[in-house]
């Protein structure tokens, strides 16, 4: 191969940018959103964000659907740790209606709402890994995302979009089957987390791909409003958990990791830090539950008559209970009026539910504050003049969740 | 000292006296509303000052309120004060026949994108916007679905028959 650089005299050749299309269907973008890149060459020079391609409209939707039916539309924003915002929204009701859970039901949720940030952080921190050309550490732990949703399979019966949980608690106990597969997971998930973690964490390539790539300063994150890892990653130890502690959660242990230049690698390393956080809440909440014993261990919702659904066999033979259930299905129970926002640590920050009740049946607007849409804004910052291979690492170490940006 | 809502009302009545209005604390977060031309100076104040430190935006969004003649889209602003951990809400209302409202993305680059989905779906028209187009909604869409005379449905549709969904 030639050695010879052509050095051509300045400006004899005019020089353009290329526009690049990192289109909606793209195998680095996970999920639909486009990337309409200006590259110089290999570097980026401006990028222009489209978003929408799978708005479906939740927010118009809601305000046409009672309480307990709006928890499928939350599902499915980020689906990747769909009971986290299950969870989020029945504590946005549960503030609006003034219901207090009891609470084994508290400990319940911590667990699920854990396991769902390990299964999305461990979805982020591998896609990471295949975005750097390795798929080994994706398909490895892909057998423990199983085991995680086949727990969420026993407690309501779906694995992605999962519909979790009630106004009040839960819908069914949690099975012995269910507390089975928590203790293979607590007892088999360390070891294979720390042998994820040797395939990348000190690996020269990864760390090549990943350091100095997408960073982004504190100050600017928060202007921007990042929130949850992307934020811890650029040095900010905010965690809705530990600063407005939401069902039971200040009963728990944990250490919130936080990162320094909130570069690609740190983000790696805070998810990959959170995931161990995660597991030893989970060891907590397991222990906690598993000391409530005789009656108090068949505790699964709180008594809210009003606004959960009563066994079926009471509404059969009793009275009250088929009161109640005909007034929860045709909507005549009494919603408040009034405005609340409650807001959860999702997989990707503070999810926040921002819920404005006339009374009626329906909400009279209902807002998701959805961390995705708000900090994918500040792509553009966080990839000016870098390659475009950086900007792959960066999309897919922000952990965009197409479902989360548009709603 | 603990910043709680009083004091936040107390600054808020000293420095815009007679003009903040609706002071209430529903499920605990103080929530007032300000003329809409106010609203960049109240973000200031509340941004700038040292004891107030509302320096993160938690959320923009738009509401909607048909009966409220004169002043019928709301933009919701949620601040937050990480250091004391203290939440506050804060609107303007603007008249739907010109609904102008001053642009938070000086203060907050969280707001850009914030404020072109209100404006997708309310028609607010944030003045001295960098980019105020159609965010998450097709550009070609004429009308701003979330008002409130929008049905949720499309009522042209002849193929369904609404009586067999339960909503005739």
Redesign the interface.
């Known amino acids: 191969m030639s050695e010879q650089h052509i050095k051509l005299p300045e400006g004899s050749i005019e020089k353009t940018t290329t526009t690049l299309n990192l289109g909606p269907t793209h195998p680095a973008t996970h999920g639909v959103m486009q990337n309409i890149l200006e590259l110089d060459g290999e570097r980026i020079v401006s990028t222009e964000q489209t ?2 391609y799978i ?1 479906r ?1 939740f ?3 809601a ?2 659907r009672p309480l307990y039916q709006i928890t499928t539309l939350t599902d499915r924003l980020n689906y990747c740790s769909s009971p986290i915002n299950n969870m989020g929204w029945h504590l946005t009701c549960e ?2 209606l003034g219901v207090k859970t009891p609470k084994r039901v508290d400990y319940l949720r911590v667990i699920i709402m854990e396991l769902s940030r390990i299964s999305d952080h461990l979805i982020c921190n591998s896609i990471v890994g295949v975005d750097a050309g390795a798929y080994t550490g994706f398909l490895y732990v892909m057998q423990y995302r199983e085991l995680i949703y086949e727990i969420y399979e026993e407690v309501c019966g779906a694995r992605l979009t999962t519909n979790m949980g009630r106004i009040g608690g839960f819908e069914r106990n949690f099975n012995d089957i269910a507390f089975q597969k928590i203790e293979k997971f607590l007892a088999e998930y360390p070891k294979v987390l720390k042998e994820f973690e040797n395939l990348f964490q000190r690996n020269r390539i990864f760390m090549d791909r990943t350091k100095n790539t997408g960073a982004i300063s504190a100050e ?1 994150a ?4 990042f929130t949850g890892p992307n934020l811890r990653a650029a040095g ?1 130890d ?1 965690d809705v958990r530990i ?2 502690p939401y069902s039971s959660y200040e009963d728990f242990q944990f250490n919130v990791p936080v990162g320094t230049t909130g570069d690609n690698y740190d983000r790696w390393l805070v998810r990959g830090k959170e995931m161990w956080e995660s597991l030893s809440i989970i060891e907590q909440a397991y222990q906690k539950v598993q000391d409530f014993k005789g009656t108090e261990a068949d505790v699964f919702h709180a008594d809210v008559p009003e606004y959960y659904l009563p066994e079926k066999a009471d509404v059969y033979t009793k009275m009250e209970a088929l009161i109640y259930h005909f007034k929860i299905v045709m909507g005549e129970t009494e919603i408040p009026a ?4 409650q ?1 959860v640590e999702g997989g990707n920050g ?1 999810l ?1 539910f ?1 819920l ?1 009740s006339d009374g009626g049946r329906t909400p ?2 209902l ?1 998701f ?1 959805r961390p995705c ?2 900090y ?3 792509f553009e910052e966080l990839t000016k003049g870098a390659m475009l291979s950086d900007a792959i690492m960066t999309m897919s170490s922000l952990n965009l969740i197409a479902g989360e940006m ?2 | 000292m603990t910043l709680t809502n009083e004091h936040i009302i107390n600054r808020l009545s000293e420095k815009f006296p007679e003009q903040l209005s609706g002071f209430e604390e ?2 605990g ?1 103080l ?1 007032f509303q300000a003329p809409k031309e106010l609203n960049l100076k109240v973000l200031n104040f509340l941004y700038d000052d040292e004891e107030l430190k509302f ?5 923009l ?1 738009g ?2 309120y048909p009966e409220r003649k004169g002043e019928e889209l709301a933009v ?1 602003y ?1 601040l937050h004060n ?1 250091e004391d ?1 203290v ?1 506050i ?1 804060f609107k303007v209302f603007t008249d739907i026949n010109q609904p102008d409202v001053y642009t938070a993305t000086g203060l ?3 707001a ?3 404020e072109r ?1 209100t404006y997708d ?1 309310y028609g607010v028209n944030f003045v001295g916007h960098p980019k105020l187009k ?5 550009d070609e869409m004429d009308y701003f ?2 008002r409130k005379e929008f049905p ?1 449905e499309d009522q042209s549709r002849i193929d369904k028959d609404d009586e067999m969904f339960g909503r005739g």
């Not at chain 1, 928060?222 to 409003?225: P, S, V």
Request: hydrophobic letters at 40%; a positive charge; one cysteine or more.
């Open positions: 978003i929408g708005h409209a927010e118009k939707i305000e046409r503030k609006l600017r928060l202007n921007y409003g900010v905010y600063q407005s009034g405005e609340v926002y807001s503070e926040g921002y404005i009279y607007r807002h504050r849409f708000i994918y804004q500040a548009d709603a | 529903p499920y977060m929530t320096r993160f935006m938690t959320d969004c509401v909607h919701v949620h990480l951990n939440r809400r907050f680059s969280a850009n994108w914030m989905e779906f159609r965010i998450l909604n097709v679905p979330m949720l």
